[in-house]
């Protein structure tokens, strides 16, 4: 990857949504790794798209559990040999509960979707259950234009270049 085709540190705080803390500790804990090339000392810290997408995804879903959860999650899906991407994942939360809804419509008629627990604690405050459900990739994807958009600190001429998908 270069540096045109990825977003720098900043920029990427200000279109996912986070702070410099954020971001350096979803690094630290391995949820997110960014290309690093240059000086040792200082490198160039570049982020894809994709972890871009992935950056906001994490942010949306810690409105409503917690960072400890959203590793479990990423940890159940690498051990049952899934993509841990959470970016393109339809997920519901109740309570500290996450469920993944699985849509596969290859086989409508007898398949339909279903929805896999995927992270939780035990005894979380039954009957109090709020349902959210994470939006999907689209709204993720729309989140970062409009931050683009917006932006003092990126140049949306070169967003528009640089980003993968397209608002919808």
Known sequence: MNQVSGFTR??????AGCTSSRLAYLEKVGLIIPYRFGNNARPTVIFSWEQLLEIRAIKNLRKDVSLQTVRKLIK???????????????????????????????????????????????????????????PPLIDIVNEIWEAARKSKVVDFKSFERRAKALPG
């Open 10 to 15: 900043q920029e990427t705080i200000h279109l």
């Open 76 to 134: 159940f899906l690498d051990d049952s040999g899934y993509d841990n991407s959470l970016r393109d994942k339809q997920l519901v939360v109740v309570g500290e509960e996450i469920f993944w809804v699985k849509q596969d419509w290859s086989d409508f008629g007898e398949n339909l979707p279903t929805a896999v627990k995927v992270a939780g604690k035990s005894g979380q405050q039954v009957g109090q259950y709020v349902l959210i459900v994470i």
